[in-house]
């Protein structure tokens, strides 16, 4: 089992930005999906964005326009570049790896948190 590593969390004010990051702790083989999910308190863990190897990517509602995923595919590497943030982004983010073809897998990272102050 292998752990992803978040990095980018912390507190900001409501209307600023952060920029999370996710990689694997050592190399494995390249993922076919890499997504970010958040999780607040009492909640159940939701999709915020997701990108495929191709570039294609899928957002949920209350994040589009202001969340931008995007990946480096030669470092494994995904990012969540967070703008005009609001108190209901407060929520632990989790990246997500999943490779459906050849050597499956599916991981996840501890999560960090983000807290957006009004």
């Known amino acids: 089992q292998v752990h992803l590593v978040e990095s980018g969390g912390g507190w900001v004010q409501a209307g600023g930005s952060l920029r999370l990051s996710c990689a694997p702790p050592?190399?494995?083989?390249?993922?076919?999906?890499m997504g970010w999910y958040r999780q607040a308190p009492g909640t159940q863990r939701e999709l915020v964005a997701s990108?495929?190897?191709?570039?294609?990517?899928n957002y949920a509602d209350s994040v589009k326009g202001r969340f931008t995923i995007s990946r480096d595919n030669a470092k494994n590497t995904v990012y969540l570049q967070m703008n005009s943030l609001t108190p209901e982004d407060t929520a632990v983010y989790y990246c997500n790896y999943k490779r459906i073809f050849g050597v499956t897998y599916d991981y996840w990272g501890q999560g960090t948190q983000v807290t957006v102050s009004s």
């Open positions: 050592r190399s494995i083989f390249s993922a076919d999906k």
């Open positions: 990108i495929t190897t191709s570039g294609s990517t």
